[in-house]
């Protein structure tokens, strides 16, 4: 069964506009979720990541959120730039068991049009 | 910090053919990972070391997969008899216990089995 889900395979946004990437898990004993970018030929590269007690965590341009009820997270980009254009997966682990595995989502290609 | 270290970064092989893939992680990372990505999927958990004990192994890794950490330091999976369906990219990652729960990936070893 698919525990985290990005239902977004793909979105194109403007240079400049907001990107808000989507994603849902249904495993309520998640308690830590992150953000990986990855670029064609190369390994994922960490991003921004939050924990359950929280509901907001900002890095400069990068910002999630987080809705427990819900089980919904979402990373929103601003300003987009072209160099954001890669493939982002959203992951999600259990602190404190499962030694640190992480179960990512399917992905979504983000592509910023100058 | 000289990243995680994948070889080989591609490798095509025979169906049948055995193949090794290696993983050097960064040098004071504990937690070493793998894990393995199929094109429009996000990475799947394969298996975890801690230093050189193998803790957890996935239902994804089936008996033709074994993988090893001797001394702690770099890892090796091995796929014995491949199947075109082993082809993939093959996601190597290093964490540190003290460090926070997101991890540092290699560049993968892509797999092609014809």
């Known amino acids: 069964d698919q525990q985290v889900k990005q239902n977004s395979p793909s979105l194109s946004v403007q240079e400049g506009r907001i990107s808000i990437l989507n994603c849902d898990y249904t495993n309520s004993m998640f308690d830590y979720f992150l953000w990986y970018k990855k670029y064609p030929a190369e390994g994922p590269t960490f991003l921004i990541s939050?924990?359950?007690?929280?509901d907001k965590n900002e890095d400069g341009r990068f910002t999630v959120f987080l809705n427990k009820s819900a089980k919904h997270l979402s990373l929103h980009i601003v300003p987009s730039q072209p160099g954001d254009s890669a493939v982002y997966f959203c992951a999600a682990t259990t602190l404190g068991t499962s030694y640190g595995k992480l179960t990512f989502g399917q992905g979504t290609i983000l592509t910023v049009h100058p | 910090d000289t990243g995680v270290s994948q070889n080989p970064r591609h490798k095509i092989t025979k169906r049948g053919q055995n193949v090794t893939f290696r993983c050097d992680p960064i040098?004071?990372?504990?937690?070493l990972y793998w894990y393995r990505q199929t094109l429009g999927q996000g990475p799947e958990f394969l298996t975890y070391f801690q230093n050189e004990a193998q803790l957890e192994k996935s239902r994804l890794l089936s008996d033709r997969f074994s993988a090893e950490r001797p001394k702690g330091s770099f890892s090796t999976l091995e796929i014995q008899r491949t199947e075109q369906g082993d082809s993939a990219m093959y996601l190597c990652?290093?964490?540190?216990?003290?460090?926070?729960?997101?991890?540092?990936f290699g560049s993968g070893t892509r797999l092609t089995v014809v």
């Open positions: 990652a290093s964490r540190s216990t003290m460090g926070g729960p997101g991890y540092t």
């Open positions: 939050i924990s359950s007690i929280k």
């Open positions: 040098s004071e990372h504990n937690r």
